[in-house]
């Protein structure tokens, strides 16, 4: 089944390559970007959208922290807290809390 407010994500995700973005460790770096994947500016980590799509849906439900990390989590969490891409899902009507995704390991609440 198709979620029309990750489909706008990720086509956030493909207009904003190699946009900087920072983890939350501070780390910056850049992403190209492929159909199915990113490849992190270091060349040393490729991210499925798989990936981005379960991280996506956990933030939506408040699982991130209580959940596996997955593969290129820190790089999946900084791109989908940034505002940039963020507005993406507020704008389709995804995420939690009336529409916002929330931030990275928040837990969100009832509207």
Same mark, same amino acid.
């Given at each position: 089944m198709r979620d029309p407010a990750f489909d706008l994500v990720w086509q956030?995700? /493909?207009?904003?390559?190699?946009? $900087?973005? $920072?983890?939350? /460790?501070?780390?910056?770096?850049? &992403?190209?970007?492929?159909?199915? &994947?990113?490849?992190?500016s270091s060349g040393k980590q490729s991210v499925p959208k798989t990936f981005f799509e379960k991280i996506f849906h956990r933030l939506q439900n408040g699982l991130v922290e209580s959940s596996p990390a997955l593969q290129g989590q820190s790089f999946i969490l900084a791109i989908l807290a940034d505002a940039r891409v963020r507005d993406a899902a507020v704008d389709a009507g995804g995420g939690a809390s009336g529409g916002r995704a929330p931030a990275p390991g928040t837990v969100p609440r009832p509207a």
């Open positions: 956030k995700v /493909a207009q904003l390559e190699g946009a $900087a973005f $920072a983890t939350s /460790a501070g780390s910056s770096f850049t &992403y190209s970007f492929h159909k199915t &994947y990113i490849v992190v």
